[in-house]
């Protein structure tokens, strides 16, 4: 068993992806919600590059973290200059971490190329750079850039650079495969071949696997780092451990600049829960999930559905011959219980299904229902004409729920509609000002008429619908709509088509998807909307009466 050290680069490397961007307050979230999952080291940004990363190390420093180190990140001196006048690495030092991270040229070619320097030249700008921060109390990881490359086109030049490193007194040597081309035994053998040489007592020392016991002792770890151009880079991390690195680099949901970073929720599941090498605090593995969406919700994006362990369809099932086994014994067709990393089970309705879907689904509101009583068979006609006329109850799991609370009698509607109205206007008035909607309602006995204005007539009927609800029901305003998507399903019919409307929605910790099917794209909407209200209400109110039992 050998202790790995994760270091989560997500807003550094992470924050070089297409169209993410954080606030400083976005960082500050970020770093506590990593801290409560475990993460040995946060790679929180370089303050050299710009002023928001400057503002957040000052912020930070207010932190009381638990788990996680900060780590600072920056290039070694630049040419023909001492550390000491090097502007980047003064401001590595007022960032006032423990910990820093060096990144510096490994491939001969880099460094004639592109630094313009000699090779002894970028070799002394290594080793005094770290000296440099070790000398003012730094503990420094070096990360050897192009490692992989510089080692398959000049392995000895490569290795001279991670000897500079270490002898100016880094205590970590992280490999990076930049450009994220190298195949996984290229990882395996040049990683292997540097803990061969920087910690050779412990390359001796192998378990029965093949497995490093143990690559701390020599004072010097090996890392790895890799991108995922070559779809690799969860791979070739773990053949990196293999080989006996301990210390992995990379962004906790993947993305980064170009195709992003290794998945550190896929490696750190992998290592801890199939390769027994501990990354996090075990009694935390349950909350990976859950934090992965929090990441997700402040990153403003949506977490993958496909994403191992933690997406949504990471334990779905379809095939009826899968729930049935499932439901009888979930090994069947689980690598692991999925709340192990705080995911569910999700059984998705289509009509090739079958019954023990559906009783999985029913006995969540009545647990009298059987595979022969009457309702399931009713349950089964309905969704089977349902998806004849276009519905896809797999996509939309709530609207699938509120149709069998309907169903069996354990539903009752939080409000009415008397009717909506929308229009248009073009050219627009208003840059995000293009439509009205007005809509009458009856909420609880009261009847109500509001009106919006919005971004097209859906956005409009949208910001009626929550002015309308909110007062009787203030958690209306907690949900937002992270995903819209509209599909014609008579393509020959033109503009009289049916649409199908799929809406994805979120309160900020759960996420759900409602659907609506119509010859018109606003009534689609409209029904679309009216379920994702409805469910979020439904939920809300269980919760309420679980507490008061």
Not at 98 to 117: N, S
Not at 295 to 316: H, R
Request: charged residues 25%; contains cysteine.
């Amino acid at each position: 068993m050998r202790k790995i050290q994760i270091l989560d680069s997500t807003l550094r490397d992470g924050s070089q992806g297409e169209g993410i961007s954080y606030s400083v307050q976005d960082k500050l979230n970020i770093v506590r919600a990593l801290d409560e999952l475990g993460i040995s080291f946060i790679e929180a940004g370089n303050p050299g590059s710009n002023p928001k990363d400057m503002e957040f190390f000052q912020e930070a420093k207010k932190l009381s973290l638990k788990n996680a180190s900060l780590v600072a990140f920056g290039s070694t001196r630049r040419k023909d200059i001492s550390c000491a006048e090097d502007a980047n690495l003064q401001s590595l030092l007022s960032a006032g971490t423990d910990y820093v991270c060096i990144f510096g040229k490994t491939w001969d070619f880099q460094v004639t190329e592109i630094l313009h320097a000699t090779l002894e030249e970028n070799l002394e700008m290594i080793r005094d750079t770290v000296a440099y921060l070790v000398q003012k109390g730094k503990k420094v990881i070096f990360d050897a850039e192009h490692f992989f490359t510089g080692f398959k086109e000049n392995a000895d030049y490569a290795l001279r650079s991670l000897d500079a490193a270490v002898q100016g007194g880094a205590f970590c040597l992280c490999l990076c495969e930049t450009k994220g081309g190298a195949m996984p035994m290229e990882c395996f053998n040049a990683t292997k071949t540097v803990v061969n040489r920087f910690c050779p007592q412990d390359a001796s020392r192998e378990n029965a696997k093949g497995i490093l016991v143990d690559a701390n002792s020599c004072g010097v770890c090996v890392g790895i780092h890799t991108h995922n151009d070559s779809g690799l880079a969860v791979a070739n991390s773990l053949l990196a451990v293999e080989a006996g690195a301990t210390h992995v680099q990379g962004v906790l949901l993947g993305f980064g600049e170009r195709t992003g970073n290794a998945n550190l929720s896929t490696i750190i599941a992998d290592l801890q829960l199939k390769l027994d090498c501990p990354c996090i605090p075990e009694e935390n593995m349950k909350t990976l999930t859950p934090i992965c969406k929090r990441v997700a919700e402040i990153t403003n994006i949506a977490l993958a559905s496909g994403m191992p362990y933690v997406g949504a369809s990471a334990f779905a099932h379809k095939a009826g011959m899968h729930i049935d086994a499932v439901i009888k014994n979930p090994f069947a067709y689980e690598h692991i219980p999925p709340e192990t990393v705080g995911n569910e089970r999700v059984f998705l309705m289509s009509e090739v299904a079958g019954r023990s879907m559906i009783i999985e689904k029913v006995q969540k509101f009545d647990k009298s229902i059987t595979k022969s009583s009457p309702i399931v068979a009713e349950i089964v006609k309905k969704v089977k004409d349902l998806e004849h006329d276009g519905y896809q109850f797999e996509g939309a799991d709530a609207s699938f729920e509120i149709l069998v609370r309907k169903s069996i009698g354990k539903y009752q509607p939080f409000f009415n509609l008397h009717y909506y109205k929308t229009s248009g206007e073009f050219p627009r008035f208003a840059d995000d000002q293009s439509a009205f909607a007005q809509v009458k309602l009856d909420v609880e006995g009261k009847a109500v008429i509001t009106a919006g204005e919005g971004d097209g007539p859906v956005n409009a009927l949208d910001v009626a619908l929550r002015k309308a609800l909110v007062e009787f029901y203030p958690a209306v305003s907690q949900i937002r709509l992270t995903d819209y998507k509209v599909r014609v399903l008579d393509g020959k019919s033109a503009t009289a088509s049916r649409v199908r409307v799929l809406i994805e929605s979120s309160d900020g910790n759960d996420t759900w998807a409602t659907m609506g099917v119509a010859g018109d794209v606003i009534e689609a909407s409209y029904i679309a909307l009216v379920d994702s209200f409805e469910y979020k209400l439904i939920k809300d109110l269980e919760k309420k009466f679980a507490k008061l039992i």
